[in-house]
């Protein structure tokens, strides 16, 4: 079945970026409403950014460090993550909207990838 996928995680020092991808598994599927999401051990998964096709809204705790966007003739969502934080290690995941046709089938997540950011 479509899921979506994720990817740009990786190991970085305090104060440096990353840019974290999502895309979906098949490129028949359209993403519409996404957002990012995080999750560290012991803790619920929390919201981080959403994006619409008129609005952005950010978790206070990232406003002014991440930036939601997407590019649809790609077919990919993106967050942007600069000035990174210790606070910010998780996994992210990537959630959307899927349509096909103009009709839309649900939501879907991703699997996850890594960020560390280390002090």
């Known amino acids: 079945q479509v899921e979506l996928v994720e990817s740009g995680g990786g190991s970085v020092q305090a104060g440096g970026s990353l840019r974290l991808s999502c895309t979906t598994s098949?490129?028949?599927?359209?993403?519409?409403?996404m957002g990012w999401y995080r999750q560290v051990p012991g803790s619920q998964r929390e919201l981080v950014a959403t994006?619409?096709?008129?609005?952005?809204n950010y978790a206070d705790s990232v406003k002014g460090r991440f930036t939601i966007s997407r590019d649809t003739a790609r077919n990919m969502g993106y967050l942007q993550m600069s000035s990174l934080k210790p606070e910010d290690t998780a996994v992210y995941y990537c959630?959307?909207?899927?349509?096909?046709?103009?009709?839309?089938?649900?939501?879907?997540w991703g699997r996850g990838t890594q960020v560390t950011v280390s002090s």
């Open positions: 959630n959307a909207k899927l349509r096909i046709g103009g009709e839309n089938l649900g939501s879907a």
């Open positions: 994006i619409t096709s008129s609005t952005t």
């Open positions: 098949r490129d028949i599927f359209e993403i519409t409403d």
